[in-house]
């Protein structure tokens, strides 16, 4: 079946840049997500990449992915530390009038150093 | 504020209670879904309604079922559970065929 791994944990020191990797085994994933989740939060949704797409910047987001290596990556510019929190790496396959059936990595811990 | 509301945030219940989460969007969103937070694990998808309609049942044990009674409405009845189900169960809606799903806060179950 699918699956969506990431590392469980990344340090960084406020001002820094963070880089969150995760990789994917689903070759017909159509669009992968970042979601992060904050401590007794739900899910915010960050931003999102059609897998025909190399890159996306949103501000002080930069998604890339790699489809060849089903790699994808969220670098966060200027790290506060409002942006602690866990990320989730999510893929999902969509496809005409079906659902949005998201499969998720178990998640990244950024902690941020002041 | 996602637009996705969940009820009660929190829920403390005995193996023999009866207890009914509830989740609803003001999204216009046709699609609606449950999911399950453990500890250490990803999220699980359990199930998912379209239109009204149950397309989707993650091979969930029988004592969670959900009901869908509209497009903006989602619950998941809960009884006899264990121990082992105890966790932030999410719920989600989205267009139907969407790119964006948006999820609620979470209620944090925990089974005593």
């Known amino acids: 079946g699918e699956d969506v791994e990431q590392s469980l944990f990344l340090s960084v020191r406020e001002g820094d840049s963070s880089v969150i990797n995760c990789t994917y085994t689903?070759?017909?994933?159509?669009?992968l997500y970042w979601y992060k989740q904050e401590p007794g939060a739900g899910l915010q949704l960050l931003t999102y990449i059609f897998s025909n797409m190399d890159m996306k910047q949103d501000q002080r987001l930069t998604v890339l992915l790699n489809k060849k290596d089903k790699h994808l990556s969220l670098r966060i510019a200027d790290t506060q530390t409002g942006d602690s929190a866990i990320y989730f790496c999510a893929e999902t396959e969509t496809y005409g009038g079906a659902t949005n059936k998201l499969i998720f990595g178990t998640g990244t811990l950024l902690a941020v150093q002041p | 504020e996602t637009g996705v509301t969940q009820t009660p945030r929190h829920l403390v219940m005995g193996m023999t209670n009866k207890k009914s989460l509830k989740c609803e969007q003001h999204?216009?969103?046709?699609?609606m879904y449950w999911y399950k937070q453990s500890a250490k694990k990803p999220l699980e998808l359990m199930f998912v309604?379209?239109?009204?309609?149950?397309?989707e049942n993650n091979s969930v044990p029988s004592r969670f079922s959900p009901e869908c009674p509209n497009s903006s409405h989602l619950f998941l009845h809960l009884h006899t559970l264990q121990p082992e189900d105890s966790a932030l169960y999410l719920c989600?809606?989205?267009?139907?065929?969407?790119?964006?799903?948006?999820f609620g806060q979470g209620t944090r179950l925990t089974v005593v």
């Open positions: 309604y379209n239109f009204k309609e149950q397309t």
């Open positions: 989600a809606s989205s267009r139907t065929g969407g790119t964006e799903a948006f």
């Open positions: 689903d070759s017909s994933s159509t669009y």
């Open positions: 999204l216009g969103h046709n699609a």
